[in-house]
């Protein structure tokens, strides 16, 4: 999807400009978007919730694809160490 967002303490994520090249990929840059504004806050679980959301609620979206995402977002909110870096990665690795 473009280049990975690094962190450094302090700093504002967002998703890299880029022109989607159809109305899915708007949209999955629009729900990306919305979850780095939860990791912008610190509120990292809720980053992977919103992103888990905004993917299931998109009939576009295959019910495997869907089941991927859940499960791997019930994985990354089990962490014990969970860092921003590990959420703006995990953001990042998202393509569908």
Not at 13 to 28: A, Q, V
Not at 53 to 63: A, L, M, R, V, W
Not at 64 to 74: C, D, F, P, R
């Amino acid at each position: 999807m473009g280049e990975e967002l690094k962190s450094n303490e302090g700093e504002n994520f967002k998703m890299p400009e880029t022109k989607p090249k159809n109305e899915s990929e708007k949209h999955l840059d629009q729900i990306k978007n919305r979850s780095m504004e939860y990791v912008n806050r610190g509120d990292l679980k809720n980053a992977i919730d919103s992103m888990v959301f905004g993917i299931c609620g998109d009939p576009e979206i295959s019910s495997q694809e869907k089941t991927a995402v859940g499960m791997l977002g019930i994985y990354m909110k089990d962490k014990k160490n969970l860092t921003k870096e590990n959420v703006i990665d995990w953001i990042n690795a998202i393509e569908l």
